[in-house]
């Protein structure tokens, strides 16, 4: 069974409808793009898996577990959006740090209060029994997280003092501080001068394992065809083509893929 | 010589009214701007209309009218039977007053936080409490210090409104001084306001500058 399936996700914002039917599956460990030109509903399908949004109808279901059903969704509690959330990790566009906290607060934050909580309610949290034991080994997750991305000497550093691509480092490490089943990146490099997208994609890169689930909403069609295991296609709210990288972007059938992607072949080659 | 003296210890007692209507006044009309605020952003549109409503009476009515409201009408209402002291009616104007503007310079610093502050914290699972109190909160209080610090400024002076219901304040006392020929006192009581914003403008510097460890 697949990891992640979204069924007939539909979304309008008043009456212009973003995502007409939109069904996908996605295996464990498996890396997909998302490309398409602005406007075409990439981002808003992103936001509907994070709980950003809600879809009017559809389904979206994570190793079995029904997330979100339009049918039911009625009003769901806020506690529990919370728990369902947590299966996904979102980088955005903006990275969104938060400006008053070092980067190293910038990832423990979030993980200490889920301890706090979980502490309070179950006791228990990652194997630990006290705040104390938890905050430390938070402390040495973030550590590791910071030297994944290369960050580990700007731990101290407040995010105003820090380059784009460093900042958007960090926003990739506090997602990944809560250890979601999917990480999901929405345009990652856009806001980036094009000298600083190199180091990011690099660090995105090198989060592809067997285990690592991600969905990467991206305007670089070659990072896609390097790190994509499958790459969906999106004009005007449906999927216009999916499938491999060496079908979608070497051998397009749908003749909107095909302009798409001539029209990045002219402004980047 | 001694009548220095004698007037120094005059409008220093009366500046010590002053400074009891501003410490109240700030302590009370800091959180209660806050609370304003959330009716005047509530999503709840009669509770959102009914708070608007009243911080457009409350701004746009002379404070000094506010004062003569509050100290006036329940005695000429109640036949009489009940009157608010007058230092008391004099508090309550005057926090009412200065929560209505305290509440715009909150509302003004929360709506500008950008959304994607409030979306990453959603996305890692944070409460709403938790996302205002751990993340935007501090960057409201950055953000709203220079405005604050100008109403706290304008608070100080605005003390002396008291003095239309019969509060000793120290210009009052001042002026009960020119009323016998003596006006120097008059001029004399700007050096204590100027003494006391001079040093709040020092204390805001502080503030600012402890604050400025972070940009954005």
């Given amino acids: 069974m697949s990891m992640l399936n979204v069924d007939n996700i539909q979304k309008s914002f008043g009456k212009n409808e973003v995502l007409k039917n939109i069904s996908f599956s996605l295996e464990k460990g498996e890396v997909l793009a998302i490309i398409g030109s602005s406007g075409s509903g990439k981002t808003t399908l992103l936001r509907c898996l994070n709980f950003l949004e809600r879809p009017q109808k559809g389904k979206i279901t994570v190793n079995g577990e029904v997330l979100f059903d339009g049918d039911t969704y009625s009003k769901q509690k806020e506690s529990e959006i919370r728990k369902k959330r947590l299966h996904f990790g979102m980088v955005f566009q903006s990275f969104n740090l938060f400006p008053q906290y070092k980067v190293i607060e910038n990832i423990v934050l979030a993980p200490q209060l889920q301890a706090k909580e979980q502490l309070k309610s179950t006791g228990e949290y990652m194997g630990v029994k006290t705040y104390k034991e938890a905050q430390q080994k938070i402390m040495e997750n973030a550590l590791v997280l910071l030297e994944k991305v290369g960050l580990s000497e700007k731990k101290d550093a407040y995010p105003c003092n820090l380059s784009g691509g460093q900042q958007q480092r960090v ?68 999927i216009a083509e999916e499938g491999t990288p060496q079908q979608v972007i070497n051998n397009p059938q749908n003749p909107r893929t095909k302009a798409f992607l001539s029209r990045f072949k002219q402004n980047f080659s | 010589m001694d009548s220095f003296l004698n007037v120094t210890q005059q409008l220093l007692s009366g500046f010590g009214e002053n400074c009891y209507i501003f410490i109240v006044t700030l302590l009370l009309a800091i959180p209660l701007g806050l609370i304003v605020s959330m009716g005047s952003m509530s999503g709840f549109k009669p509770l959102k209309w009914l708070t608007k409503t009243v911080v457009w009476i409350i701004r746009g009515t002379p404070l000094m009218l506010q004062l003569f409201v509050v100290f006036y009408i329940p005695p000429l209402v109640s036949n009489g039977s009940f009157a608010f002291p007058r230092m008391n009616a004099a508090l309550i104007a005057f926090v009412i007053n200065y929560a209505a503007y305290f509440s715009e310079i909150y509302r003004g610093g929360i709506e500008a936080i950008p959304k994607g502050q409030y979306e990453a914290g959603q996305v890692l699972g944070m409460k709403k409490s938790q996302i205002f109190f751990k993340i935007v909160l501090m960057q409201v209080v950055k953000r709203i210090t220079a405005p604050i610090g100008n109403e706290i400024i304008t608070l100080v002076k605005d003390t002396s409104l008291a003095s239309v219901i019969a509060i000793p304040e120290i210009l009052m006392n001042a002026k009960d001084f020119s009323m016998d020929g003596l006006i120097w006192p008059l001029f004399y009581s700007a050096v204590f306001f100027l003494a006391f914003c001079g040093v709040l403008t020092l204390l805001f510097a502080f503030i600012e500058k402890k604050l400025d460890y972070y940009k954005g």
Wanted: charge should be negative; charged fraction near 25%; glycine fraction near 4%.
């Fill in chain 1, 171 to 238: 926003a990739i490490a506090r997602a990944l501080a809560l250890n979601p089943d999917i990480l999901c990146f929405d345009e990652p490099t856009s806001a980036l001068d094009p000298e600083l997208t190199g180091e990011v994609l690099n660090v995105i890169k090198g989060l592809k394992t067997s285990d690592s689930t991600m969905i990467v909403v991206t305007h670089e069609i070659e990072f896609a065809r390097d790190v994509a295991d499958k790459i969906i296609f999106m004009a005007d709210g449906v």
